[in-house]
């Protein structure tokens, strides 16, 4: 199993040292040829509309698409903007996921926060499953999840959505790179092997 990271802004590294923790196989994407030799993809936090244009700039949009279509993704913060359908702003997205988000929307970065939640899902690569400590950075929140076959997996103690999953693709407010604990990752990684 290899995983890919796009690297073209934002907080690549510090998704490639979990993957390295656990063992697995990681590479920095750039490029659109470079997808075909990975089995799964994470799109790190950053700076949304940054990404989306140096994805167009890189002609990775159709490819990454497609990539979507087929493989698992999981986007972190900007990289969960990058996938949804819906931003309500003008700026390049993948339309991967059936979520309309909202950008900053717990304010700026004065105001990140962190929080443990409550994420059932987990279960699966932890028995025990205590709160996942999640860190927000100028983050988004998931404002509706929009597709019958899409789901919330966590969400704030007010009802506010932070995660979700359709079929094989992740959308995470959060930043679960920023912690030691790496289960969020081994969730994911779940995903690719099934
Ligand atoms: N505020 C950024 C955006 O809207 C996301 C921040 C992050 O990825 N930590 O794109």
Redesign the pocket.
């Known amino acids: 199993m290899k995983i890919g990271v796009l690297a073209l802004q ?1 907080d690549f590294a510090e998704h490639l040292t979990v993957l390295r923790r656990l063992g697995v196989e990681a590479a920095e994407i750039r490029l659109p040829g470079e997808l075909a030799a990975v089995d799964g993809l994470i799109i790190p ?5 940054t990404i989306g244009k140096l994805a167009v700039a890189y002609d990775l949009i159709e490819p990454l698409r497609a990539f979507g279509q087929q493989k698992p993704i999981w986007g972190t ?2 990289g969960a ?1 990058f996938l949804s359908k819906d931003a309500q702003r003008d700026q390049p997205l993948l339309g991967l996921m059936d979520i309309t988000v909202q ?2 929307a717990f304010g700026r970065q004065v105001d990140s926060f962190e929080v443990g939640l409550d994420i059932p899902a987990l279960a699966r690569v932890s028995k025990e499953n205590p709160p996942f400590y999640a860190v927000f ?4 929140l998931i404002e509706s999840v929009d597709a019958p076959e899409a789901e919330t997996l966590a969400t704030l103690e007010d009802g506010t959505i932070v995660a979700a999953q359709q079929g094989k693709l992740l959308a995470t407010s959060f ?1 679960p790179e920023l912690n030691q604990d790496d289960r969020f990752h081994q969730y994911f990684l779940t995903l690719v092997d099934s």
């Open positions: 934002g936090g950053g700076e949304s509309t913060c900007a903007i950008r900053n950075i100028r983050a988004p930043h």
